[in-house]
């Protein structure tokens, strides 16, 4: 086994695939500038790398972590917008009668 921990992937793109959601493709560059392998990920999970190197390799492992960050970053932000909306939402008691008259506590966030 190699010793390849302290490289550090080189993510170029991030592909979503329109009709196939579940998978993403990562596109990695060489160490050596020289290629670009692609990393695929189902449902969240690194699924494999087109490089020659053993498996699991250290871009499966980057973009592995990457991918987990993307995802928390995404539920952080959803819990954010939640949390703002529930304080939007919050009226004290002796003016819920209003909100008849004002649709914003009761509007989505996107
Ligand atoms: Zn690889």
Do not use: W
């Not at 921990?5 to 020289?34: C, G, M, N, W």
């Not at 695929?40 to 999970?45: A, E, I, L, N, Y």
């Amino acid at each position: 086994m190699k010793t390849a921990t302290s490289k550090q992937a080189d993510i170029r793109f991030r592909v979503e695939l329109k009709s196939r959601p579940h998978i993403v493709v990562y596109q990695v560059r060489s160490s050596d500038d020289t290629q670009t392998y692609d990393v695929t990920v189902v449902s969240g999970k690194v699924n494999n790398c087109t490089c020659k190197s053993y498996k699991p390799c250290y871009h499966m492992h980057d973009v592995q972590a990457h991918e987990d960050a993307r995802r928390q970053a995404i539920a952080a932000q959803a819990m954010n917008e939640l949390a703002a909306e529930i304080k939007a939402a919050v009226r004290p008691i002796d003016e819920r009668g209003s909100l008849n008259h004002t649709q914003r506590g009761f509007q989505l966030m996107r």
